[in-house]
């Protein structure tokens, strides 16, 4: 019997505005909080900033939205089958509240069923974003989906580290998620890793050679560029002091972020390496 609390929905498909306005139509958010909210991500995280999602709750996973094959079948009609108008495009960010693929995904497949219906009612384009490595599971329905969308499988890979030292542990292992994207590339699905906000890299060189095996390019973010306010909601949280405390207190800079930008276009390519929201809203 399935425990997790279920959260009423009328709509799965929410109009996108602010930083992802520019590329995609609508994000999509199977679940309420993130399961993620206790690992490195979670101290930093920009949805924990967002009052409507929290409604003054610590940030933390609270629910899943109920009925989701329903909620897109009936969303994706509106918006692509109107009765007297064009149909309109619908390129869809997943997710930009919460992990598509957090622990309780392995359960509750929520989003593997919203994978199913789109193998049936394909968006115009979609970016499946994730900390995890349970994606592979779904690769069979990813791929197929490839071949009917613009499809991006984007994977954060923030630092080469597998522990920062001072921070909680990771979401899932980098070198673990970076073996994800090399199959979904192997697949012929475009791939993407998001290094993104930038944290302390171990060896800039060899993890942009890395990354440059493993995926078709980067977007490299910071959070003084990324988080919306210019560093201030970032600021609030822990993560610029802990960085601070662990002696890595140049990563809080964009001199640093100049730097290992100019080190990635190197081994990749200008083409490659694309930055902040202009990277993201690249689909
Ligand atoms: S996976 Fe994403 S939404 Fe979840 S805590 Fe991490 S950054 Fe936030």
Redesign the pocket.
Known sequence: MNTFPFIENRSILTRTSGFLGEGYTHSLNAYAG?G??G?L??S?????HNHWITQGRS?GFYGIKQDIRTAYRRDYDRIKRPQRSQPKSLMIYM?S???PY?PQEQRAQVTRALLEEMVIRPPDAIVIQT?GTLITRDIDLIAELAKQSKLWVSLTVETDREQIPGFPAQ?SSPAKRMEVLAKFRSQGVPTQATVSPLCPIENIQRFAESLERVCDRVILDHYLLGDGSHGLRTRRTSFPQLLAEASFGEWNTMEKFESVLSQFRLVLGEERVLVSAKGFNSI
């Open positions: 993130c993620f909210s690992s991500c979670g930093y995280c920009y949805a924990q940030w997710s509240s919460t992990d957090c900390h979401a």
